[in-house]
């Protein structure tokens, strides 16, 4: 899947078209992805022993489909296309068209680029 966690998006389709936010999850076997403060609904929860003071109405993001949303590039200024260059390791996310970089926006790729940019500072 294109889009992974952290990356911002912005939503070209449904209720909430044209709003931008943050990936906060993904789900890869539904293809749909969670994004912060859009598609919001509204939960009624009741009163439990384990949980007593929860109760009533909460609110929480809902899954959205992949294909309504498009990556945002601050480069650009617009939500994008993206293409891959590179393999392996070497693999980069690209602006298919203006040829733009979008950076390491998963988690797992940002703590690798935080310990790779800590241990050349240390040499």
């Known amino acids: 899947m294109k889009i992974q966690i952290n990356d911002e998006v912005l939503v070209i389709a449904g209720k909430d078209k ?3 936010g943050r990936v906060i999850s993904v789900l890869k076997k539904r293809g749909k992805v969670v ?3 859009v598609n919001i609904i ?3 929860l ?3 022993p384990q949980n007593p003071e929860a109760g009533g109405r909460v609110q ?3 899954p959205i489909d992949v294909s309504n949303v498009m990556i945002w590039s601050p480069t650009d200024g617009r939500a994008v296309r993206i293409r891959y260059e590179g393999r392996g ?3 980069r996310r690209i602006a298919s068209k203006t040829g733009s970089l979008l950076t390491a926006a998963g988690e797992k790729k940002a703590r690798r680029a ?3 940019g800590s241990s050349t500072s240390e040499e």
């Open 89 to 91: 390791r070497n693999k």
């Open 114 to 116: 935080a310990r790779k």
């Open 46 to 48: 009741k009163r439990n």
């Open 18 to 20: 044209g709003k931008r």
């Open 60 to 62: 929480k993001p809902a």
């Open 35 to 37: 994004v912060e403060g």
């Open 42 to 44: 509204t939960r009624h």
